[in-house]
């Protein structure tokens, strides 16, 4: 028998990076959610607390730091739902 090629598509549910830096550009420790119920949580707490201690001045560093955190949380939650896809791919 000749070898049969399989062209499979994967469609996995993921998330858009693009769709993270805006929600955490404009809504800052909100914009966290989208990442995760959790992270929105711990940066919204964080962004509080320092907003508060500083008086509006650490938010110049903080925000930028976690529009970079959300985006490459974003990245791995994708490439953790892309491995686990094809690992059941691959057992079947």
């Not at 404009?26 to 964080?46: H, P």
């Not at 930028?64 to 057992?91: D, G, R, T």
């Amino acid at each position: 028998m000749a070898d049969e090629n399989k062209n499979v598509v994967i469609n996995v549910n993921q998330k858009s990076v693009g769709l993270a830096f805006i929600l955490t550009f404009l809504f800052g420790g909100l914009g966290m959610f989208y990442v995760s119920i959790l992270s929105g949580i711990i940066w919204s707490i964080i962004e509080l607390f320092v907003g508060i201690a500083t008086a509006g001045i650490g938010l110049f560093v903080l925000h930028p730091l976690m529009i970079i955190i959300s985006i490459i949380a974003v990245k791995n939650q994708n490439k953790k739902k892309q491995k686990k896809m094809e690992k059941k791919l691959n057992n079947d």
